[in-house]
């Protein structure tokens, strides 16, 4: 199937490492022009390396942007330098994130308006500035990663399940008003990934060793794939997977979704 994404231009944040960093390559490699958006440089200097390899034989093209994107400016600034390095804005991936595992008890305001900023302003300037220029042209695609916390609250992470939670509420909403337009806005939920956000020392794996009381880092990760019907976590390329098919030309009648990619973890129909 012919995606339809060759000569795209596109914006992915958090695109140095994990899901976004997936997303970008998979992108790259449909040919498509992507500008990768985090903090540190390095770190996306390597991953715009891999992807521009990916699409070294059908045209893909990468090029690095980095920022805070909870920066008020964000938006414009990302905006201003995709323009610049590819044309008009085709595809925007909100997916850079953070999480950690504490009680609900243990979480300070500042931790709260953290995560809110991170999954909900920081979404919200970004899809203000780019969509109405993808109005105006009649076509765009918006995917904003979200999380299963967010349709169900997970106990173990509860400022990130509620930031997740608006951040899926914030993604209808600019799907219902934009759909018109030709700019199809959607959400992916992904379960737990083996991204660097679960798998880096003091990450989610070894904060919920911690918290499990697991003899092992193994065990806890075996015990965590054990809570989902497919009995393991992602890869994050399964993620990104599903991500670039909603970027996608193909994705043509997707709008205001929330898909779970999630081993089956969430066990609701709608
Ligand atoms: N991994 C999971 O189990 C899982 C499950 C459900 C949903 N998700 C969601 O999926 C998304 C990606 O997660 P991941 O697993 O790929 O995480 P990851 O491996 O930790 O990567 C996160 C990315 O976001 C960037 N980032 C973080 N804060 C940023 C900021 N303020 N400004 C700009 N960039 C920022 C990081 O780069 P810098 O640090 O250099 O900025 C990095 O590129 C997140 O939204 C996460 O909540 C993940």
Not at 73 to 102: H, Y
Not at 161 to 179: G, T
Not at 239 to 256: H, K, Q, T
Request: glycine content about 10%.
């Amino acid at each position: 199937m012919d995606l339809g994404l060759r000569g795209r231009a596109c914006l992915v944040t958090g695109a140095s490492r994990g899901i976004g960093g997936e997303t970008a390559r998979l992108l790259c490699a449909e040919g498509a022009s992507v500008l990768l958006v985090a903090r540190n440089e390095e770190r996306l200097a390597a991953a715009a390396e891999e992807a521009s390899k990916a699409g070294a034989e059908v045209g893909g093209r990468a090029e690095t942007l980095a920022l805070d994107v909870t920066a008020e400016d964000a938006g414009e600034r990302m905006l201003g330098a995709a323009e610049k390095s590819f044309g008009a804005l085709d595809v925007l991936v909100n997916n850079a994130g953070t999480a950690q595992w504490r009680d609900l008890d243990d979480v300070p305001d500042e931790d709260w308006r953290a995560q809110y900023e991170l999954n909900v302003m920081a979404p919200l300037r970004a899809m203000r500035t780019a969509i109405p220029p993808m109005a105006a042209r009649g076509w765009g695609r918006v995917v904003n990663v979200c999380s299963t916390a967010g349709k169900r609250p997970s106990a173990a992470m509860p400022e990130y399940s509620v930031a997740k939670a608006a951040e899926l509420s914030l993604s209808r909403l600019f799907a219902d008003r934009h759909a018109g337009d030709g700019v199809l806005v959607n959400a992916i939920c992904p379960g737990p990934v083996e991204s660097e956000m679960w798998m880096e020392p003091g990450g989610l794996l070894d904060q919920s060793h911690r918290m499990s009381g697991a003899e092992s880092r193994e065990e806890a990760l075996a015990t965590a794939g054990s809570k989902r019907p497919i009995g393991r976590l992602a890869q994050a390329e399964e993620i990104a997977a599903a991500i670039v098919f909603l970027c996608s030309e193909r994705a043509s009648y997707v709008s205001g979704a929330a898909w779970s990619v999630d081993g089956g973890t969430v066990q609701v129909i709608i």
